[in-house]
């Protein structure tokens, strides 16, 4: 059983940071890639940065050069640096993985979410 969890929403003030994480756990061979998305109220999901396995990222224009996405191999999990935040970043966060993952004798691959954490942005 495979799971995401994500940590770090909270209510901060305009120009403010937080750093959300997001922990991977279970019987996990490799990730592939790990992303972050958000959706804000009345909004379609959408992806704001991805981290591929080979290193290389791609984050929206919106929030370029304001967010960083990172990783931790060794705890299989992804953050996504905050700063000079918005009251337009509001929004409920999701991280999603594809990974393998051992399934019986062999590994299967699979895309997963967290949960959401919330992060509002004050004025």
């Known amino acids: 059983q495979v799971q995401l969890v994500e940590s770090g929403g909270d209510l901060v003030q305009a120009g403010g940071s937080l750093r959300l994480a997001c922990e991977a756990s279970?019987?996990?061979?490799?990730?592939?890639?790990m992303r972050w998305y958000r959706q804000a109220p009345g909004e379609q999901r959408k992806m704001v940065a991805v981290?591929?396995?080979?290193?290389?990222?791609n984050i929206v224009d919106s929030v370029r050069g304001r967010f960083t996405i990172s990783r931790d191999s060794a705890k299989n999990t992804v953050y996504l640096q905050m700063n000079s935040l918005k009251p337009e970043d509001t929004a409920v966060y999701y991280c999603?993985?594809?990974?393998?993952?051992?399934?019986?004798?062999?590994?299967?691959?699979?895309?997963?979410w967290g949960q959401g954490t919330q992060v509002t942005v004050s004025e």
């Open positions: 279970g019987s996990i061979g490799s990730i592939y890639a």
């Open positions: 999603n993985m594809d990974l393998s993952y051992r399934s019986g004798l062999t590994f299967r691959t699979n895309t997963y």
């Open positions: 981290l591929n396995s080979d290193g290389t990222t």
